[in-house]
């Protein structure tokens, strides 16, 4: 009754519990450029290995391997506290961009599209 006014009556939280949460946050900014990498990967592997079987052949293991180790790589710099998570999205990224021009004409967009992904996690987890 002093007449000031209280921000939740103009649809503004107040500025202490915006501090709050934003000191709670679970992600920051690199973590959702990695998870979308993450999920692009994990479809494109899913994919390689269904149009090979699909086709009668056998899927190439060093790809399929690079592909897989590259989702772990970028699952592990999704977490805020991991250590080196900058240089291991950085990795990954420059993997799946290799991966991405080796196989340009068939899945190599989306591998390319993944990897800048990841550096671009990497940047954002570096630039603290």
């Known amino acids: 009754m002093t007449g000031e006014r209280d921000p939740s009556e103009d649809g503004q939280a107040p500025i202490a519990s915006r501090k709050v949460w934003r000191a709670g946050r679970r992600f920051d900014a690199g973590t959702v450029p990695a998870a979308l990498a993450v999920v692009i990967t994990a479809t494109m592997f899913v994919f390689v290995l ?3 079987t699909q086709q009668g052949g056998r899927p190439v293991s060093w790809f399929t391997g ?7 790589l970028m699952a592990y710099g999704m ?3 991991a250590p080196g998570r900058g240089t291991v999205l950085a990795i990954a990224g420059v993997v799946l961009i290799v991966f991405g ?4 004409l068939t899945i190599g967009l989306p591998l390319l599209v993944a990897g800048v992904l990841a550096v671009i996690a990497a940047g954002l987890t570096t630039r603290r």
């Open 79 to 81: 977490a805020r506290k």
């Open 101 to 104: 021009f080796l196989a340009l």
């Open 50 to 52: 269904g149009l090979t």
């Open 66 to 72: 690079g592909l897989v180790g590259c989702a772990v």
